[in-house]
C-alpha cells in the first residue's frame, strides 16, 4: 500500500467539510493537542451538561487525516456521552494500533475510511489528535480542573 493510498477520495471529501466553529466563550475545558511528526494541531472547547456534550467547538490546523477525525466528530459530537467518548478514543486506538474493527455506531460509522491508516504509524498521532484533546477536556472536567 502507498501512502497516497490512505487519502482516498472519501478521506478528502470529508477533510473538505470540516466546518468552522468559533472557539467558546466560556467552555467547561480546552485542550491542544500537537502532532510532533507532522505539526498538525488540534485545539477543542467542550461544555458538558449531565453527562452529555452540549457544546463543542474548535481550531484545526491540521493535515487530511488530522482534519477528517475532526470533521467527523465536530458533525457528531453534540450529544454523545462522555463515556460514548472515551469509548471512541479507545476505539480509534484499537483500530490504529490493535488491528481493531472501527467505531461502531451510526454517529461515528465515516471514522471507518481512516482503518487504511493503521498500515502508516507515522500518522497515528495526527488522526488521534481530536479524540486525545476532547479526553484531556473531560479529564480536566471531571478533576474540576476546567474553565
Given amino acids: 500500500m502507498e501512502l497516497s493510498d490512505i487519502y482516498s477520495d472519501k478521506i478528502l ?7 468552522e466553529i468559533p472557539r ?6 480546552s485542550a491542544r493537542k500537537v502532532s510532533r511528526v507532522c505539526g498538525s494541531i488540534v485545539e477543542v472547547d467542550l461544555n458538558i451538561r449531565n453527562g452529555i456534550v452540549a457544546d463543542y ?10 482534519q477528517t477525525a475532526s470533521s467527523v ?14 469509548q471512541l478514543r479507545d476505539e480509534m486506538f484499537a483500530m490504529l494500533k490493535n488491528d481493531g474493527p472501527p467505531p461502531t455506531g451510526a454517529r461515528w ?3 471507518k475510511y481512516l482503518e487504511p491508516v493503521r498500515s502508516y504509524t507515522a500518522r497515528h ?15 480536566q472536567i471531571e478533576k474540576g480542573q476546567g474553565h
Fill in 24 to 29: 467558546l466563550d466560556a467552555p467547561d475545558a
Fill in 13 to 19: 471529501e470529508i477533510a473538505g467539510k470540516l466546518p
Fill in 109 to 111: 460509522q465515516d471514522l
Fill in 73 to 86: 466528530v465536530a458533525e457528531n459530537i453534540i450529544g454523545a456521552s462522555t463515556a460514548e467518548l472515551r
Fill in 125 to 139: 498521532a495526527s488522526t488521534m489528535l481530536v479524540f486525545e484533546a476532547i479526553v484531556d477536556c473531560l479529564d
Fill in 57 to 66: 467547538a474548535h481550531d484545526i490546523s491540521a493535515c487530511a487525516l488530522g
